[in-house]
């Protein structure tokens, strides 16, 4: 018989992190005894790197979760395989929020190939709730570089931050 599941990982750049993301966290929060939230190192995102740095993207995730109230969730940064991150924490699962078909696809890919490199890794899809079905971070990072407000879409200390970098370039 296999053993429950305790410990799972929400893997992403969140470049920034949104509402969106903090939603599927809460979420997994309630299936989960343990959850990690795995900020990818992607240095090369897209050919053009992260808009915030990686130590960055932590310290916001972490200030947006006490600002929320989800204090009880730890915020590690990682490069490389995610399978080899899960192993290295001892997380069983990976957790993705799915917004659209288009989502599904690439994770539905993401989880076969880390179901092919370590079949004791379970992927877990989490669909996003319909108010943050549309919230993405590039269209965050698309509206804040254009001078548009970002309330509603991240958490304050996210949309301070914002303002600062749009404002400096």
């Known amino acids: 018989m296999n053993e429950a599941i305790t410990h799972v990982v929400l893997p992403g750049t969140y470049d920034p992190v949104t509402l969106g993301h903090l939603d599927v966290m809460r979420r997994?929060?309630?299936l989960f005894p343990k959850v990690t939230i795995g900020v990818a190192a992607s240095r090369s995102k897209?050919?053009?790197?992260?808009?915030?740095?990686?130590?960055?993207?932590?310290?916001?995730?972490?200030?947006?979760?006490?600002?929320?109230?989800?204090?009880?969730?730890?915020?590690?940064?990682?490069e490389g395989l995610l399978v080899d991150f899960c192993h290295s924490i001892g997380a069983g699962g990976v957790v993705k929020g799915l917004r659209a078909m288009t989502d599904f696809e690439f994770e539905l890919q993401q989880a076969d190939l880390n179901a092919h490199l370590s079949p004791d890794i379970e992927s877990v899809f989490v669909?996003?709730?319909?108010?943050?079905?549309?919230?993405?971070?590039?269209?965050?990072?698309?509206?804040?570089?254009?001078?548009?407000?970002?309330?509603?879409?991240?958490?304050?200390?996210?949309?301070?931050?914002?303002?600062?970098?749009?404002?400096?370039?």
């Open 28 to 30: 997994a929060l309630r």
């Open 127 to 169: 669909m996003a709730s319909p108010s943050y079905g549309y919230v993405s971070s590039s269209i965050v990072r698309e509206l804040a570089s254009l001078g548009s407000p970002v309330a509603g879409l991240v958490p304050q200390c996210v949309e301070t931050r914002l303002r600062e970098l749009y404002r400096d370039r």
């Open 46 to 78: 897209r050919g053009v790197g992260t808009a915030f740095s990686l130590e960055e993207r932590v310290r916001l995730i972490e200030l947006s979760l006490a600002e929320l109230g989800m204090e009880d969730v730890d915020v590690l940064p990682f």
